[in-house]
């Protein structure tokens, strides 16, 4: 009996043990990371709209960027990813996470085709906007400009402003 006793406390003790599970830690960059819903303005070389007709500037709508850490894992830099949804660009930039800022100050390759690209003025504004449901939410913004380019030129804009919130997921906010 006292065999049996010691073979079934060994048993629930191995089951509370099995049940542990550690704590799994986020990335250097994951204030910072995530999806973002955007969309592209043409805009002037001081970052502003210079007509209406360059908000949506290529009638996209909205389009998903993606926000995320490199491979180093560092808090200094992050990837930002458009998945093709609008210029085919994944570039590394420099990132201050303290400040929620991003950018590089000079052009850095385009690691989905042959192009160099510059990133400035990023920033992700915590429940910086609302979205389309009246939620608040994540604000992103950054301004980028393409070597390859010859739109912006031809119709009458310098470069591009990216801009948009979190993406929720909620088809309210789609």
Known sequence: MKKILTIALALVSLAF?????????????????????????????????????YADVYGIGNFLVLTYNTSANTENEIFVDDLGNFWDFKLKVACNLAAKTFGNSGEVPNLNYDCNVWVRNGKIVPNGTKTPSGMPADYIEFEVGFDDDEDAAELGFDHYKIHGFRYTGFVADE
């Open 17 to 53: 043990i099995s049940c542990q599970k550690d704590p799994i830690g986020g990335t250097a960059t994951q204030e910072v990371s995530g999806q973002w819903y955007v969309q592209a303005d043409g805009v002037d070389a001081s970052g502003n709209l210079p007509a209406d007709e």
